[in-house]
Nanobody
Framework: QVQLVESGGGLVQAGGSLRVSCAASGRTFIPYAMGWFRQAPGKEREFVAAIDWSGGARNYTDSVKGRFTISRDNAKNTVYLQMNSLRPEDTAVYYC???????????????WGQGTQVTVSS
């Protein structure tokens, strides 16, 4: 089992920045791929970003490319999502996810956190 706990959500104005974090515990953080998904009100949960266990491979959905950066610190068992140039349409609950496969993490990861709310005001 892997337990994931997100933190760092909040309210920010459009154009601002925010960093959300996800601390993992339980089974070893390595070699799990980690990812972020989000769900806006009335919409389905969607993939945002993923990073492989080494940090050498990253994947982003098109709408956040150039604005969001995913990173990880394996010594701290933590993954981060730095969000810059935030837009009102980025408002959502952001979920951390983990899976042993960098392919599966893009669609149906095995482990999920509880989510953290990010609200971007216009």
């Amino acid at each position: 089992q892997v337990q994931l706990v997100e933190s760092g959500g909040g309210l920010v104005q459009a154009g601002g920045s925010l960093r959300v974090s996800c601390a993992a515990s339980g089974r070893t953080f390595i070699p799990y791929a980690m990812g972020w998904f989000r769900q806006a009100p009335g919409k389905e949960r969607e993939f945002v970003a993923a990073i492989d266990w080494s940090g050498g491979a990253r994947n982003y959905t098109d709408s956040v490319k150039g604005r969001f950066t995913i990173s990880r610190d394996n010594a701290k068992n933590t993954v981060y999502l730095q969000m810059n140039s935030l837009r009102p349409e980025d408002t959502a609950v952001y979920y951390c996810a983990a899976d042993q496969s960098f392919i599966v993490i893009l669609t149906t990861p095995r482990y999920w956190g509880q989510g953290t709310q990010v609200t971007v005001s216009s």
